[in-house]
């Protein structure tokens, strides 16, 4: 069992720039990979972006591409993903997943979750 806790959601302005943390504990998969998905109101949850922990090989989804960043930090077995260029349509919960394997997507294979940080993107 791995425990994922997010911090670092809030409101930021248009164009500005957010780092959002993902801290586990437990069993963390040193071979497998953490996601990142949103979900905003009324919408369905959607894959932002992932990184194996071991080699910190990363893919993400083409919302997010060219403007975000996915890294790990194995000594503090935490996650972060970075979003630049902000944009209004960014604003969601976002959850920080584990998966056995890499290189997934769909949420139905993530098998531990955090429990949420909201980031809004408003002026």
């Known amino acids: 069992q791995v425990h994922l806790i997010e911090s670092g959601g809030g409101l930021v302005e248009p164009g500005g720039s957010l780092r959002l943390s993902c801290a586990a504990a437990?069993?963390?998969?040193?071979?497998?990979?953490m996601g990142w998905f949103r979900q905003a109101p009324g919408k369905e949850r959607e894959f932002v972006a992932g990184i194996t922990w071991a080699t910190g090989r990363t893919w993400y989804s083409d919302s997010v591409k060219g403007r975000s960043t996915i890294s790990r930090d194995t000594a503090k077995d935490t996650v972060y993903l970075q979003i630049d260029s902000l944009k209004p349509e960014d604003s969601a919960v976002y959850y920080c997943?584990?998966?056995?394997?890499?290189?997934?997507?769909?949420?139905?294979?993530?098998?531990?979750w955090g429990q949420g940080t909201q980031l809004t993107v408003s002026s």
């Open positions: 437990g069993r963390t998969y040193r071979n497998a990979g």
């Open positions: 997943a584990s998966a056995p394997t890499a290189w997934e997507t769909t949420d139905n294979k993530y098998d531990n």
